[in-house]
């Protein structure tokens, strides 16, 4: 009977599968007691019982082995492929909580990106109002150099200056520009009619050669271009700033040397002399030209921002009708760093807009800190020009303490000598 069973379960392991075994042989066992067998078969006295009969083993092995191994077979291969079905489900719930957490983070980065990169108003409007900065510092600039050009073409006699002739004739010519054009009938306690006539001159230009509060410091935009057009009739701005300048750096300009007196020593020296005069007014009207010169009028070209800074003061209370007179038609680059680092702070419009994404609200900071690298750059170059100046003056008082040794080295050789020294 061992052999019979031990045959009987390997042919089911090979069959069914090892994991049933176990389960095989409890279903062999309870076949023994459950199954109906003939009553023929019931009982052998002297023998190991029915399994000794072959009729009842080929009896077990075809309930064994058609019966129950087919079942068994049909059983393992629906758990199979029930547990395969459920490994689908399982990985198509894997795949759900992938796909679903994917698009959530698409969704999270397409809120953000609509967050961050959606522009706010107060960039527009600093991107605007900067835009033509660059041309009209490069407009200041080049008058700068023209109106310096200019003085020192006065300063030195030059041809076709107004002092070529010498002192006195440019004198001629700056009171003939008073009488038509600068003359107050008032000053002077009512008396300047044997110069200016019963009428003076026009009441916006009165006295502007001389008002330098009024003709500059006081004004954002100067109706100034000595660049272009080159032959252009001069406007009002621009004869008043030279004729201030005029009575503000070297009034009595120098007469001028005859030739001859140039083919002598001392004629040389005279000339030298002279030109350290010229060197050290240049240095001023360097620092008179900056300051005009920013106030030239800004670039004319298509999308100048003059509409747009005009609306930030109309914004602030600024009458429509009067903002040109703040600002200028075409502003300066001087009116334009002012809206720019002043003006615009101004306006609550700029605090309550900064309720807003805070990606929007570095870059304004981003704004603010190179703006304010501009105006540092500015405050640097009017250092440089204010540090010149005060060398100039160190270097004067210099000159006088020089003159002062050098005469006492010359009366203490004089007196150790005897003899007076040249």
């Not at 698409?106 to 600093?126: N, V």
């Not at 060197?279 to 070209?301: D, K, L, P, T």
Request: hydrophobic share 40%; glycine share 4%; proline share 4%.
């Amino acid at each position: 009977m061992t052999d019979v069973l031990r045959n009987i379960l390997s042919k089911a392991s090979r069959a069914a599968g090892g994991s049933l075994r176990l389960l095989l042989l409890v279903a062999i066992i309870a076949g023994f007691y459950l199954t109906p067998v003939a009553k023929t078969y019931a009982a052998h006295k002297g023998t190991d019982g029915a399994l000794d009969d072959p009729a009842h083993v080929a009896l077990l092995k075809n309930i064994i082995i058609e019966t129950w191994l087919p079942a068994y077979n049909l059983m393992t291969q629906q758990f199979t492929v029930a547990m395969m079905h459920q490994m689908v489900m399982l990985g198509a719930f894997f795949d759900a909580k992938q796909q679903l957490e994917t698009q959530t983070l698409m969704q999270q980065m397409m809120a953000e990106a609509h967050k961050d990169y959606h522009p706010s108003m107060q960039m527009c409007r600093i991107g605007t109002n900067t835009r033509s900065l660059t041309a009209s510092e490069a407009r200041y600039r080049a008058n700068t150099q023209t109106i310096e050009a200019g003085l020192m073409q006065r300063e030195t006699l030059s041809a076709n200056a107004p002092t070529s002739a010498g002192p006195d004739s440019d004198k001629r010519s700056r009171l003939q520009k008073f009488a038509d054009t600068y003359c107050d009938i008032r000053d002077n306690n009512n008396q300047l009619a044997p110069i200016c006539g019963n009428s003076g001159g026009p009441d916006t230009r009165v006295n502007k050669d001389v008002d330098y509060t009024r003709m500059i410091e006081n004004t954002l935009t100067l109706d100034i271009n000595f660049v272009e057009p080159p032959f252009a009739p001069a406007t009002d701005d621009e004869e008043d700033v030279m004729s201030l300048a005029y009575n503000l750096f070297a009034h009595d300009t120098f007469t001028r040397i005859p030739e001859r007196h140039l083919m002598q020593d001392y004629g040389k020296d005279e000339l030298l002399d002279t030109r350290s005069v010229h060197a050290m007014r240049s240095v001023v009207f360097n620092s008179y030209a900056h300051i005009v010169g920013m106030r030239a009028r800004g670039s004319e070209e298509e999308g100048q921002v003059g509409p747009f800074m005009k609306s930030i003061l109309v914004e602030m209370g600024v009458p429509e009708a009067e903002v040109n007179l703040f600002l200028g038609k075409f502003p300066s680059y001087f009116a334009q760093m002012e809206v720019l680092t002043k003006k615009l702070y101004q306006n609550p419009t700029f605090f309550t807009q900064l309720y807003e994404k805070p990606a929007n609200v570095d870059r304004i900071g981003a704004s603010m800190q190179a703006i304010k690298l501009m105006q540092d750059r500015d405050r640097f170059e009017s250092a440089l020009r204010r540090e010149m100046l005060i060398s100039l003056i160190l270097e004067l008082k210099l000159r006088e303490e020089q003159k002062n040794i050098s005469n006492n080295i010359l009366t203490s050789v004089s007196s150790f000598l005897g003899d007076p020294v040249q």
